[in-house]
């Protein structure tokens, strides 16, 4: 009897273990079609981590976006996962000029948006 009720506890509670992991892991991923979605080439994130796994453990902010900008030579932008968030990487200087002067205010109105969201 004894061994009944442990066995069915114990798979209650292992049921409940992989319900919450199975939750974890796809509130982690679910942003993960963000940029596949626009046609937008993209690094393949990591579960948790989004691009930003290394930025943890070996190198520097600076040196990460280092990274994402040269694996897409002759792109001229890019998009990136910092944790869930998707990011935008620009690398003509043409379209970076035309966000920071010409259309600054609208991306700025969309920045403090999102900050005051977060």
């Avoid at 869930?84 to 920045?111: C, E, G, H, T």
Wanted: charged residues 15%.
């Amino acid at each position: 009897m004894f061994g009944m009720m442990f066995e069915s506890v114990f798979f209650n509670w292992l049921s409940i273990a992989a319900i919450v992991a199975y939750v974890i892991y796809w509130y982690s991923t679910c942003t993960f079609n963000y940029w596949k979605d626009r046609g937008i080439p993209y690094l393949k994130p990591t579960p948790g981590f989004g691009n930003t796994r290394r930025m943890f453990f070996k190198i520097s902010f600076a040196e990460q976006f280092k990274i994402f900008y040269d694996s897409f030579d002759g792109k001229p932008f890019c998009g990136v996962f910092q944790f869930r968030s998707p990011i935008l990487v620009v690398r003509d200087p043409n379209i970076i000029k035309l966000v920071m002067v010409k259309d600054f205010a609208y991306f700025q109105v969309i920045i403090f948006q999102i900050l005051l969201c977060k």
